[in-house]
């Protein structure tokens, strides 16, 4: 669904291009916060279909014993920690990728750091082991950025990593910028770092902006917004939940604020607006995995009083608006455009396909799970079937 999350249009991206140069099947492993209407489901699946993409559902054991594969790519390492070892007996000869979209333990590290919640440390301890253990398991990972490349090389130098970043597509100038004092956060709301933004933002930032900028005015864009989210509207807050299309909504706003406290990967929203030419203001967090400048591409503050007088700044200031969008616009189309992917994409797929054979498992673990395939399909069907 790529106009319902950053991370989401990214892998849209990588099958579009994908699909120029493999014979590719999907495998929908899961439906996870896709409450959308049967119409939008269908939309979605056809242009998929469009790229001439296989979809597969079902149980996955029957669709890996079908045919043979060359290679599977996993979204995220959890795919890995459920189907790694049913992907290793039934297509013993593919190699095994794993996109990492962003590393979760490290979101998880900060928003630790932010809480200081023994709740929140823990599992953040927890997640590393389990997301680590899947990435030596696999034979190649995926990063979204060469900054997060670099942290799994110190974690363990043995693993075979490559990145490939955030995809954004450009219009063929840059748009006029609007002079209205509005500001505007994009982001998928089933996201619990956006949710946090936002609160944060309207509870410790926004007071300080309308002391000084009255008349301005937030929108806040995106997919599945919460009860708490929906509960900000005001004459000077628009929540407008999920749009089809963000880039009427950007060309209203003077601003785009991205005042995450913790996350991890690379943020779409903030390089959505650079791309779409709308000056940025974020956190260090929000800088996460971008090779910009701090003052040269966009501004960051990491408190409420430097955040709210950086985007005062950047309403009243015109040349400042120019220097930074045009500049940011111009690294944006060199390393996020379509061509660039492309052939990071081409790069890593001709390393796999050099690599060895992968090791496979041991002969008791391939055993086990054939034997348990066994009896689900001749003896536990019939016991279930006796217990309707």
């Known amino acids: 669904m790529p106009d319902r999350g950053s991370e989401e249009l990214r892998f849209s991206e990588m099958l ?59 979204e995220w390492f959890h795919g890995m920690d459920l189907a790694g070892d049913d992907i290793r007996t039934w297509q013993p000869g593919a190699k095994i990728i794993v996109d990492a979209v962003d590393l979760e333990y490290r979101r998880l590290g900060i928003k630790a750091e932010v809480t200081g919640h023994p709740d929140d440390i823990a599992k953040a301890a927890d997640t590393r082991r389990r997301e680590l253990a899947a990435y030596a398991n696999a034979d190649f990972v995926i990063t979204v950025s060469d900054e997060e490349r670099k942290i799994l090389e110190r974690e363990n130098p043995r693993l075979r990593l490559g990145s490939v970043p955030n995809i954004h597509r450009f219009p063929d100038r840059l748009p006029p910028l609007t002079d209205e004092p509005v500001m505007i956060f994009v982001g998928d709301y089933r996201v619990p770092p ?30 599945a917004p919460t009860d708490e989210i929906r509960a900000l509207a005001s004459d000077r807050i628009e929540v407008t939940g999920y749009v089809p299309e963000v880039a009427p909504h950007l060309a ?137």
């Open 16 to 74: 579009r291009l994908l699909a120029l140069d493999h014979e590719i099947t999907l495998y929908v492993w899961s439906l996870w916060g896709q409450s959308v209407g049967e119409n939008d489901r269908r939309r979605y699946r056809a242009a998929v279909e469009q790229l001439g993409i296989e979809i597969r559902e079902g149980y996955l054991r029957r669709v890996l014993k079908e045919r043979r594969y060359d290679l599977v790519l996993i």
């Open 194 to 223: 956006n949710v946090d933004a936002v609160l944060y933002f309207c509870r410790e930032i926004l007071p300080l902006i309308h002391a000084r900028a009255p008349e301005a005015r937030l929108l806040v864009v995106g997919n």
């Open 252 to 388: 209203r706003s003077r601003v785009s604020v991205a005042p995450l406290r913790y996350g991890a990967g690379m943020k779409g929203k903030v390089g959505e607006a650079m791309s779409g030419g709308i000056p940025v203001v974020t956190t260090s967090v929000g800088l996460q995995g971008m090779e910009v400048q701090p003052d040269n591409d966009l501004l960051v503050a990491d408190d409420p009083e430097a955040f709210a007088a950086a985007v005062i700044r950047l309403m009243g200031d015109t040349d400042l608006c120019r220097r930074l969008r045009e500049s940011a616009w111009s690294k944006m189309k060199e390393q996020f455009g379509t061509d660039s992917a492309r052939r990071r994409l081409k790069e890593i797929m001709a390393s796999v396909s050099a690599l060895p054979a992968a090791p496979g498992l041991s002969v008791s673990r391939r055993l086990r799970r054939k034997s348990l395939d066994w009896l689900e399909h001749h003896v536990l069907w019939r016991l279930k079937r006796a217990t309707v």
